[in-house]
């Protein structure tokens, strides 16, 4: 939990500082699209339609959100891409390929994944060159991070030799429980210095500025959930070199 609040709190505090960033919503329940205001149409290309029509390239689903801020939508059609990809040959690297018209726009391209690992996953991990992997602090969060982390390692061995796990980003943090600092400890014993510096807390902020369709870096530049996600653009921007 925490897939598209990271995505678009990170991708906002990219932005703002000047590192042009593209966000694509891959999961169908287009939760990234409508937490960013944008209503997806019959007539709005989203990523299914880059992914399945040969005649809509990706730069014509892109829509800006604010400056060095740009979004290509998802909506329940994408539901279908995991089967319809199914029969085609390399059916894991189509989103690498209809991304590649892209190359050298952005400094960074964050994608937002579905919860489950399904056919988009491994497209998403196929075309990637880093994970975050946000968690929840509550002991049941913790016990799929190995199976993720076994994922990436298998997509790289096997399919993208360029991907590795950023971080562990634990998330929904509340101060003062006991028990989300046993899971941050725990977690940081499993995970050693996987584990990012940088926690986000929980805070009702998040919510609220979903229903405001804004990034809570933008809606409350001033709050403490702000700040540890412009915290955690700066330590990206140290481990990455922009896509050049
Ligand atoms: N740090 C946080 N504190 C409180 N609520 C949060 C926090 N992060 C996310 N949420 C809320 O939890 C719900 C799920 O988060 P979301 O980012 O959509 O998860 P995912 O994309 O992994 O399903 C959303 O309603 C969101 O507003
Ligand atoms: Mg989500």
Same mark, same amino acid.
């Given at each position: 939990?925490?897939?598209?609040?990271?995505?678009?709190?990170?991708?906002?505090?990219?932005?703002?500082?000047?590192?042009?960033?593209?966000?694509?919503?891959?999961?169908?329940?287009?939760?990234?699209?409508?937490?960013?205001?944008?209503?997806?149409?019959?007539?709005?290309?989203?990523?299914?339609?880059?992914?399945?029509?040969?005649?809509?390239?990706?730069?014509?689903?892109?829509?800006?959100?604010?400056?060095?801020?740009?979004?290509?939508?998802?909506?329940?059609?994408?539901?279908?891409?995991?089967?319809?990809?199914?029969?085609?040959?390399?059916?894991?690297?189509?989103?690498?390929?209809?991304?590649?018209?892209?190359?050298?726009?952005?400094?960074?391209?964050?994608?937002?994944?579905?919860?489950?690992?399904?056919?988009?996953?491994?497209?998403?991990?196929?075309?990637?060159?880093?994970?975050?992997?946000?968690?929840?602090?509550?002991?049941?969060?913790?016990?799929?991070?190995?199976?993720?982390?076994?994922?990436? #390692?298998?997509?790289?061995?096997?399919?993208?030799?360029?991907?590795?796990?950023?971080?562990?980003?634990?998330?929904?943090?509340?101060?003062?429980?006991?028990?989300?600092? #046993?899971?941050?400890?725990?977690?940081?014993?499993?995970?050693?210095?996987?584990?990012?510096?940088?926690?986000?807390?929980?805070?009702?902020?998040?919510?609220?500025?979903?229903?405001?369709?804004?990034?809570?870096?933008?809606?409350?530049?001033?709050?403490?959930?702000?700040?540890?996600?412009?915290?955690?653009?700066?330590?990206?921007?140290?481990?990455? #070199?922009?896509?050049?």
């Amino acid at each position: 939990m925490g897939k598209t609040t990271t995505t678009t709190n990170l991708g906002v505090a990219l932005a703002q500082m000047q590192k042009k960033t593209l966000l694509i919503d891959l999961d169908p329940q287009g939760a990234l699209s409508a937490g960013l205001g944008i209503k997806v149409t019959n007539e709005t290309n989203t990523i299914y339609e880059v992914m399945m029509d040969e005649e809509i390239p990706a730069n014509q689903a892109i829509h800006p959100i604010q400056a060095y801020l740009d979004v290509i939508p998802a909506d329940n059609d994408l539901a279908a891409a995991a089967i319809e990809l199914m029969p085609e040959l390399r059916r894991e690297y189509v989103l690498r390929n209809v991304l590649g018209i892209l190359n050298g726009w952005y400094d960074y391209i964050l994608i937002d994944c579905p919860p489950s690992l399904n056919l988009l996953t491994v497209n998403a991990l196929c075309v990637s060159t880093g994970v975050i992997i946000p968690v929840q602090c509550e002991f049941f969060a913790i016990r799929v991070v190995n199976q993720l982390i076994d994922s990436i #390692e298998r997509t790289r061995d096997r399919m993208n030799p360029k991907l590795r796990l950023l971080g562990i980003l634990p998330t929904m943090y509340s101060t003062g429980t006991i028990h989300s600092r #046993e899971v941050l400890e725990e977690m940081k014993s499993i995970y050693g210095d996987k584990v990012f510096d940088t926690i986000i807390h929980k805070s009702i902020r998040f919510a609220e500025a979903t229903v405001a369709n804004k990034a809570i870096t933008d809606y409350a530049s001033k709050h403490k959930g702000a700040e540890a996600y412009e915290q955690l653009a700066q330590i990206v921007l140290d481990m990455t #070199e922009p896509s050049a």
